[in-house]
């Protein structure tokens, strides 16, 4: 006898902000929402969940108190059709803490660790998405072939709302304002 497995029926059509924010925590974690519809990411490594909680930890001590770093939860990006992203790492107004959803304008820094499989979307995708809503800074991390991760810096032109190149880090990153911080990413 075979066990056949079928996926549920949320995944294959357009799902509404009301029918996501009815959903529990479990429901939502692991998955993303783009242009309306499910889109599942595999599990992340324990290096790639390693350096976001090393590079969030950082942030968030360097952030003071007007601001937070955290790992895991939704940004809203847009409502119709429905689009929330689960960055690596959000940098986020303190003030906003107990605001569902966290929208692009609590956003100041968005951090997408690059895992095989999601080379294309963090590279193209969401740089864009990103953008187009409106989030100040972007870092993009490739997890290089000698274990010293890259950091790709950009920052939003808000006349073109695009992104423009800022500088790439590696091992030791010193992050413009609003966030002067030092991260040793040589422990990873």
Request: glycine share 4%; net charge negative.
């Amino acid at each position: 006898m075979t066990v056949e497995s079928a996926p549920p029926a949320w995944m294959h059509q357009q799902i509404t902000a009301v029918e996501y924010d009815s959903w529990s925590e479990e429901q939502c974690a692991g998955i993303e929402i783009v242009d309306g519809m499910v889109v599942v990411s595999p599990s992340a490594s324990k290096r790639h969940n390693r350096l976001a909680r090393i590079l969030a930890n950082s942030l968030d001590a360097a952030a003071g108190p007007d601001w937070n770093a955290d790992i895991d939860f939704d940004v809203r990006l847009q409502d119709v059709p429905l689009t929330n992203r689960r960055p690596d790492v959000v940098v986020y107004r303190a003030d906003t803490i107990d605001l569902t959803p966290t929208r692009p304008e609590h956003v100041v820094l968005v951090v997408e660790v690059v895992s095989p499989g999601s080379e294309t979307t963090d590279r193209i995708v969401k740089v864009d998405q990103y953008a187009k809503a409106g989030i100040a800074f972007y870092w993009r991390v490739e997890q290089a072939a000698t274990g010293v991760p890259l950091i790709y810096t950009y920052i939003l032109d808000p006349a073109t709302m695009t992104y423009r190149t800022g500088d790439i880090f590696t091992g030791v990153v010193t992050a413009s304002a609003p966030f002067p911080v030092e991260i040793d990413l040589s422990e990873i």
